[in-house]
């Protein structure tokens, strides 16, 4: 896995820089992609000097804010979606990925560990820690074609069960059961 995807704001509970210190652990030879989708944020000029300093300029791209339709290209472009945020609530980007079959690496005690499940339709990583994403990045890779591609399949059908309308059915029958 190579071409890594982050979107959201640049704001330091986001915790960006640690995704592009974990990548910069694990592929020595500078042999990954991050796309950065977003825009602002208090963490942005740190994130930068980062990159500058480890001359990392051709391995992290910001696309800005862009729509929504256009953000599936960049799921389908992309292996696998990171955000380890310190506090999140729950994150919609995580199922977007998810039903675009990116393996998908969400923060532990957040909003989104109730949906992935470690190791069957993603990941989940303590919150900013870069040792435990460059570990997590680490098994990703060490993991066979075919378990990569069952992982991926598993998050695509998560995805497709948290729909909207099958949301909203379970809620309504759960609310009638009371």
């Known amino acids: 896995i190579t071409k890594f995807l982050y ?16 990548l910069n652990k694990c592929y020595p030879n ?29 391995n992290i791209s910001f696309t ?3 729509d929504r339709d256009k953000i599936i290209e960049y799921y389908d472009k992309n292996q696998c979606f990171i955000m380890i945020s310190k506090s999140e609530a729950f994150g919609l980007v995580y199922l977007e990925a998810m039903a675009r079959g990116c393996i998908c690496v969400g923060t532990k005690g957040q909003g989104i ?4 499940v470690d190791g069957e339709n993603g990941f989940l990583c303590k919150g900013g820690d870069v040792e435990e994403l460059a570990r997590i990045i680490n098994h990703i890779n060490s993991l066979s074609k075919e378990e990569k591609q069952r992982i ?20 309504i029958e759960n609310v009638m059961k009371n």
């Open 7 to 22: 979107v959201g704001q640049f704001t330091y509970n986001k915790c960006v820089k640690a995704n592009i210190e974990a």
């Open 30 to 58: 500078r042999d990954f992609i991050l796309t950065c989708i977003g825009s602002g944020g208090t963490a942005l000029d740190e994130i930068n000097d980062y990159i500058k300093d480890e001359k990392l300029n051709k």
């Open 64 to 66: 800005g804010q862009i």
């Open 113 to 116: 560990d109730g949906v992935i």
């Open 152 to 171: 991926s399949e598993n998050a695509r059908h998560t995805a497709e069960e948290l729909s909207d309308y099958n949301v909203a059915k379970m809620y």
